[in-house]
């Protein structure tokens, strides 16, 4: 903490009438101090901006330009230059740079792998005609999930029946009753809602279909010769 302050009050006490500043830390922000103003808390100095007119800062607000370059100057000198990096260390860096590069090709040949896997699954999958198994459910299927559940399902008028005791519930589809009840954790108050009830002795049966009524075949008799004969006759009398 005293590190950073040090600079600052260094920087204050060198602020003298003409010095070249820049001010609220920003470089581009600069002017030239004018006058120290007097009966001010905290000490503020009036200072002409490069861009044009004045304004009042306050000391700690304000930075001198040579005092910050000199600073600069001084961490330069102090700084080694790059010849002077051990050789160990940088044959070690070395190293460190096939290792990483050596990674990236075996990171890239791994990823070639996984985009091939990826296309051979997009191409089953577009193949596929359906690979939904919900589309696929059968009667079957949902009456085995249902009795290990102590449900049953049967058919009635326009749909299903779920029930579980004197619970009973209507589905239009097979596939509403199997994403009740394949699920891993399910709460019966989802599966039986009390407003969705429905009284198990007004339960009906399905409809019986009906067999195919065909039309009757239409044959037509079979003519005698002597009825043969008499038509031709007829019809040679009628041409005369």
């Known amino acids: ?7 600052n009050l260094q920087a204050e006490s060198l602020l003298t009438q003409g010095d070249h500043v820049y001010l609220y830390g920003d470089t581009s922000y600069t002017g030239k101090l004018i006058r120290l103003i007097e009966r001010t ?9 490069d861009r044009g007119g004045y304004d009042a800062v306050n000391v700690e607000q304000i930075s001198s330009i040579e005092f910050e370059s000199s600073n600069m100057h001084e961490s330069d000198k102090l700084d080694l230059p790059f010849d002077d990096v051990p050789e160990s260390s940088y044959a070690q860096l070395q190293q460190e740079i096939l290792a990483l590069k ?3 090709a075996q990171l890239q040949q791994e990823n070639e792998v996984v985009r091939k896997d990826l296309d ?15 589309m ?3 009667l079957k299927r949902v009456l085995r999930l249902a009795h290990d559940a102590c449900m049953d399902v049967q058919r009635t008028v326009n749909g299903w029946i779920l029930k579980m005791g004197s619970k009973a519930r209507k ?3 097979l596939a509403h009753i199997w994403d009740l009840i394949s699920q891993d954790d399910f709460l019966l108050s989802d599966i039986f809602p009390e407003d969705e009830l429905i009284a198990v002795e007004l339960i009906l049966p399905p409809r019986p279909r009906k067999p195919p009524q065909f039309p009757e075949k239409r044959t037509f008799p079979l003519m005698r010769p002597e009825d043969i004969m008499r038509n031709r006759g007829m019809s040679l009398v009628k041409c005369c």
């Open 171 to 173: 589905f239009r589809t």
């Open 136 to 138: 696929r459910i059968s």
């Open 1 to 7: 903490m005293l590190s950073n302050i040090t600079p």
């Open 120 to 134: 051979h699954a997009k191409q089953i999958i577009r193949r596929a005609k359906d690979i939904s198994p919900l």
């Open 41 to 49: 808390y905290p000490q503020k100095w009036s200072v002409q901006l």
């Open 102 to 104: 050596s990674k990236n």
